[in-house]
């Protein structure tokens, strides 16, 4: 009975209840369950956690694609300016091509290129022997309707003298009165023939119409020579007279107040690096050209000693009534807008379009007169779509910037 007394050591334990088969099990399923639960959790966090990443992610690109990238540059600032220089071209106060009034072959010209000539100074003679005998006709033809005027007048006075005596008829009288008037218009029109005709035989010399100097000559002894400046016909000679010269500038609007008449101006050329020429303004067109926004004006300049040539190429300063301030931008800067010319300036990480006028026009760079300051950053090629207040990012180069 002793050896039922003793515990068995690896008996389960109880608790009287008799489940001592069941405890461990319930347990496990618990920890399966809550690892699952904590499984399902974090998988669900992962995949919204995700979700809201790439939304953020997402729309920061977007943000961030839609700023555009523009490369700057700084306006120059020009020194104060007390007078514009503006470029021109010298011509001749007068400038006449010399055409031939009548057909001929020239037979001997006096003059070539270079040469200064006198008004009324004998150019060229112009040999028509055609128009020589028509002249010869055109003189016997008057001479006979002369002659038979004449008679007429003989003839008329006699039948009126007559019909007093009733010798002849009343009508015989008027016819020979008649004759009378008509051969004296008959004489009136030769008359008139011979004098168009002596008018153009005295085109057979050709003479200068006013002083100045040959600059062309286009034709030679013994060539065909057709009457008229149209086609065929050419001109004979060039004259030009350069005791004064005109000078034709363009001077902006923003300037077109110095362009007024008598106001002086100072004329410099290449060749006389270190001599000015006093000229003055003349005249204006007192109109505003709308292609280039200019004022086309005339500056005279007297030429005495004929050192300036015609055709030359000239700068002209003008006097401005105080002096401007002004800057120098990039012509690929502009943007040209149907409320005006503007210019693109980064502001606070925004472009703004700012309205300017514009002086001169350097070709590469233009001059703004107003508008713009040194310290602003104009925007480089601005694109077409530009509008104010769209956000822009400033790069230092070309690279992945939009043309």
């Given at each position: 009975?002793?050896?039922?007394?003793?515990?068995?050591?690896?008996?389960?334990?109880?608790?009287?209840?008799?489940?001592?088969?069941?405890?461990?099990?319930?347990?496990?399923?618990?920890?399966?369950?809550?690892?699952?639960?904590?499984?399902?959790?974090?998988?669900?966090?992962s995949g919204i956690h995700g979700r809201l990443e790439a939304a953020s992610?997402?729309?920061?690109?977007?943000?961030?694609?839609?700023?555009?990238?523009?490369?700057?540059?700084?306006?120059?600032?020009?020194?104060?300016?007390?007078?514009?220089?503006?470029?021109?071209?010298?011509?001749?106060?007068?400038?006449?091509?010399?055409?031939?009034?009548?057909?001929?072959?020239?037979?001997?010209?006096?003059?070539?290129?270079?040469?200064?000539?006198?008004?009324?100074?004998?150019?060229?003679?112009?040999?028509?022997?055609?128009?020589?005998?028509?002249?010869?006709?055109?003189?016997?033809?008057?001479?006979?309707?002369?002659?038979?005027?004449?008679?007429?007048?003989?003839?008329?006075?006699?039948?009126?003298?007559?019909?007093?005596?009733?010798?002849?008829?009343?009508?015989?009288?008027?016819?020979?009165?008649?004759?009378?008037?008509?051969?004296?218009?008959?004489?009136?029109?030769?008359?008139?023939?011979?004098?168009?005709?002596?008018?153009?035989?005295?085109?057979?010399?050709?003479?200068?119409?006013?002083?100045?100097?040959?600059?062309?000559?286009?034709?030679?002894?013994?060539?065909?020579?057709?009457?008229?400046?149209?086609?065929?016909?050419?001109?004979?000679?060039?004259?030009?007279?350069?005791?004064?010269?005109?000078?034709?500038?363009?001077?902006?609007?923003?300037?077109?107040?110095?362009?007024?008449?008598?106001?002086?101006?100072?004329?410099?050329?290449?060749?006389?690096?270190?001599?000015?020429?006093?000229?003055?303004?003349?005249?204006?067109?007192?109109?505003?050209?709308?292609?280039?926004?200019?004022?086309?004006?005339?500056?005279?300049?007297?030429?005495?000693?004929?050192?300036?040539?015609?055709?030359?190429?000239?700068?002209?300063?003008?006097?401005?009534?105080?002096?401007?301030?002004?800057?120098?931008?990039?012509?690929?800067?502009?943007?040209?807008?149907?409320?005006?010319?503007?210019?693109?300036?980064?502001?606070?990480?925004?472009?703004?379009?700012?309205p300017i006028t514009i002086g001169r026009d350097y070709g590469a760079t233009?001059?703004?007169?107003?508008?713009?300051?040194?310290?602003?950053?104009?925007?480089?090629?601005?694109?077409?779509?530009?509008?104010?207040?769209?956000?822009?990012?400033?790069?230092?180069?070309?690279?992945?910037?939009?043309?």
């Amino acid at each position: 009975m002793a050896s039922d007394d003793r515990s068995d050591p690896e008996a389960p334990p109880t608790d009287g209840s008799g489940a001592e088969h069941h405890g461990r099990p319930g347990w496990a399923a618990l920890v399966v369950l809550t690892g699952a639960a904590l499984g399902l959790g974090f998988f669900i966090y992962s995949g919204i956690h995700g979700r809201l990443e790439a939304a953020s992610s997402l729309k920061r690109m977007t943000e961030e694609a839609a700023i555009s990238d523009v490369l700057v540059v700084n306006p120059k600032e020009n020194p104060p300016t007390e007078e514009i220089t503006l470029p021109g071209g010298t011509q001749p106060y007068i400038s006449s091509p010399i055409y031939a009034r009548t057909n001929g072959y020239l037979l001997k010209w006096f003059f070539d290129i270079g040469a200064r000539v006198k008004k009324g100074e004998l150019l060229a003679v112009i040999d028509t022997p055609e128009l020589d005998k028509q002249l010869e006709q055109a003189r016997a033809d008057l001479q006979t309707a002369k002659s038979n005027l004449a008679l007429a007048k003989i003839t008329a006075d006699r039948w009126q003298s007559l019909i007093n005596t009733r010798s002849v008829s009343q009508q015989s009288t008027d016819q020979a009165v008649e004759n009378l008037g008509a051969m004296q218009a008959s004489v009136d029109s030769y008359a008139a023939n011979v004098h168009r005709l002596e008018d153009l035989v005295s085109f057979e010399k050709v003479y200068a119409p006013f002083d100045g100097i040959i600059t062309v000559r286009n034709t030679d002894i013994g060539w065909l020579i057709d009457a008229g400046a149209n086609p065929p016909s050419s001109e004979l000679f060039q004259l030009a007279e350069i005791g004064t010269l005109r000078i034709f500038v363009a001077v902006p609007q923003v300037y077109s107040r110095v362009a007024r008449n008598g106001a002086p101006a100072t004329i410099t050329l290449d060749e006389f690096p270190n001599r000015t020429f006093r000229g003055k303004v003349t005249r204006t067109s007192n109109s505003i050209d709308l292609a280039s926004r200019t004022l086309n004006t005339e500056v005279d300049v007297d030429n005495p000693t004929g050192q300036l040539l015609p055709g030359a190429y000239v700068k002209v300063h003008l006097k401005l009534p105080g002096q401007t301030h002004a800057v120098t931008i990039p012509s690929n800067t502009l943007l040209f807008r149907s409320e005006g010319l503007r210019a693109g300036v980064v502001r606070n990480g925004r472009a703004q379009l700012v309205p300017i006028t514009i002086g001169r026009d350097y070709g590469a760079t233009v001059e703004v007169v107003s508008g713009l300051s040194p310290t602003d950053a104009v925007i480089v090629n601005p694109s077409d779509s530009l509008i104010s207040g769209a956000a822009v990012r400033i790069v230092t180069s070309t690279k992945g910037v939009a043309p």
